[in-house]
C-alpha cells in the first residue's frame, strides 16, 4: 500500500484540539486507501523539556506531533535564531521517527504552505526521489486579507509551488487568488473539506421547541471570525423579537471577551456557550438548531457551513473567501463581511423563512460535495498525476 506523508503547518494538539481540524479529516479520508503519516511540529511554552514527542496512531494515521519550548535571551535576533534552530532540531526529531517507525514515504504531501514546510518537503523529494503535493486552507492569500511578505519568502515559495506535482485548495476562490499572485502549477485542482459520514446520517426533522435557536460555530477568533459583531447585532435583534436563542459552539482566545460582551448587553437570557463539540455532540447540537450563522470577516471555505448543510440546516453567511461557493438561494442567504445592518435584516429574513428549505435536497447536495466518498475520490485522482 502507497505511503504518504503530512507535512502540517496547522493540527489539532494538546493546547488546541481545533487548530487544523479540517488537516486531520483529510489525513483520515486518505488513510481510506493509503497508509499516512503527519508530522507536525509546533511551539508550547508549558514543555517541560526543550523538546517533546507525542507519537499516536489515531484512526489509521501515524501521527508525530513534536513539540520545542522557546528559548528567551533578552534579545530578539537571538531569540529568532534560536527559535529557527529548535523548529530544525524538532523536525529532524520528528522525521526520523516516521522513517523508522512508519517508512519510506512514497509521497510527501504539505498542508499549509510556509517557507520552511515547503524547503523540508523539497528537501525529502530528493533525498527520497519522491513527487511532492501542497494543499492550501490559509485565507493568507485571499485580496481581502492584505497580508504582505517579503519578496525572499514569496519567491521562494513560489518557485516551491511550480516544482510541485500538484497543488489543490479547498475553494475555487482561493485557488484563483494563489494564481493571481502568482502561485502557478499545470495541476491545479480544489479539492473541498471533508464532512464526517456521522452529519449525513441525523434525522432531519425539526425540533419542536418555543423558540427558534440558531448556532455559530467557531474557534473565538474575533478578529477572523467576528463573534463580537454577531453578539452586537443579536443585541439589536432582541429589540424586534424576543423568540430566538443564539447558541456558540466552540472555545479559543476571545472566549472570555465574547462573554463579558454578552453580559454587557444583558443578552444571557438569549446567547448560550456549549464549550468545545465534537462527533454526536456537534451533530446533536447543530440539528437542535433551526439554521447556522456565520459572521466571518475572512474564510477559505467554511467547514462549518458543509456541516450544516449535511445536517440539513440552511445558514446565514458572510460573501467572504469562497463560501459564495457553497451558499446560494437554495440553501440559505449571504450577507456583506462585516455589515451588521445587513445581518439583522437576513436574520429576520431566515427566521421567517428557514422552513421552506428542504432539509433532504440540502444534504444530498452536500454528500456530492464533502463526503467521505467525494473527497477519497478527489485525492486519489489527485495523487494519481504521479503515475503519468
Known amino acids: 500500500m502507497q505511503k504518504v506523508l503530512f507535512l ?10 481545533m487548530i487544523g481540524l479540517f488537516v486531520k479529516r483529510h489525513a ?5 486507501q493509503r497508509r499516512v503519516a503527519v508530522l507536525h511540529i509546533t511551539a508550547d511554552d508549558t514543555n517541560q523539556k526543550i523538546i517533546e514527542l507525542d507519537v499516536q496512531q489515531i484512526n489509521r494515521v501515524f501521527t508525530v506531533i513534536v513539540y520545542y519550548k522557546n528559548v528567551d535571551t533578552g534579545f530578539l535576533l537571538l531569540n529568532r535564531l ?3 534552530v529548535l523548529w530544525l532540531w524538532s523536525f529532524f526529531r520528528g522525521i526520523r521517527i516516521v522513517i523508522r517507525q512508519f517508512g519510506r514515504p512514497h509521497c510527501i504531501h504539505v498542508h499549509v504552505l510556509t517557507l520552511r514546510l515547503g524547503m523540508m518537503a523539497y528537501w525529502l523529494s530528493r533525498i527520497f526521489r519522491v513527487p511532492y503535493f501542497i494543499t492550501e486552507h490559509s485565507s493568507y492569500f485571499l485580496p481581502e486579507k492584505n497580508v504582505q511578505r517579503n519578496w525572499v519568502w514569496t519567491g521562494c515559495t513560489r518557485w516551491i509551488t511550480h516544482k510541485s506535482q500538484g497543488v489543490s485548495a479547498v475553494s475555487q476562490r482561493l485557488k484563483e487568488a494563489m494564481q493571481t499572485r502568482g502561485y502557478s502549477n499545470k495541476h491545479f485542482v480544489v479539492i473541498r473539506n471533508v464532512v464526517p459520514d456521522i452529519f449525513f446520517q441525523v434525522d432531519l426533522a425539526y425540533r419542536p421547541k418555543d423558540k427558534i435557536v440558531f448556532s455559530n460555530i467557531t474557534c473565538f477568533d474575533d478578529r477572523v471570525k467576528n463573534i463580537s459583531g454577531l453578539v452586537r447585532t443579536v443585541a439589536r435583534l432582541r429589540e424586534q423579537r424576543q423568540d430566538f436563542e443564539l447558541r456558540l459552539i466552540g472555545t479559543g482566545p476571545d472566549k472570555p471577551a465574547i462573554e ?5 448587553l444583558n443578552l444571557s437570557s438569549h446567547v448560550h456557550f456549549t464549550g468545545l463539540l465534537f462527533d454526536h455532540q456537534l451533530v446533536e447540537e447543530i440539528t437542535l438548531a433551526d439554521f447556522t450563522v456565520l459572521f466571518s470577516h475572512y474564510e477559505t471555505m467554511a467547514v462549518v457551513i458543509a456541516e450544516s448543510l449535511a445536517c440539513g440546516r440552511p445558514v446565514v453567511a458572510t460573501r467572504a473567501g469562497g463560501i459564495h461557493e457553497l451558499v446560494g438561494d437554495a440553501n440559505g442567504l449571504l450577507v456583506e463581511p462585516g455589515n451588521e445592518d445587513d445581518l439583522l435584516r437576513q436574520l429576520l429574513q431566515m ?6 428549505y428542504n432539509p433532504v435536497e440540502l444534504r444530498n447536495r452536500a454528500f456530492d460535495m464533502f463526503s467521505t466518498q467525494s473527497v477519497s475520490h478527489a485525492f486519489e485522482k489527485f495523487y494519481s498525476l ?3
Not at 28 to 32: C, D, G, K, S, T
Not at 260 to 264: D, I, S, Y
Not at 351 to 356: A, G, I, L, S
Open 351 to 356: 427566521m421567517d423563512t428557514y422552513k421552506k
Open 260 to 264: 463579558n460582551l454578552v453580559l454587557q
Open 8 to 17: 502540517a503547518a496547522w493540527y489539532p494538539v494538546r493546547f488546541d484540539a
Open 386 to 388: 504521479s503515475h503519468p
Open 82 to 84: 534560536c527559535k529557527a
Open 28 to 32: 483520515e479520508i486518505v488513510a481510506l
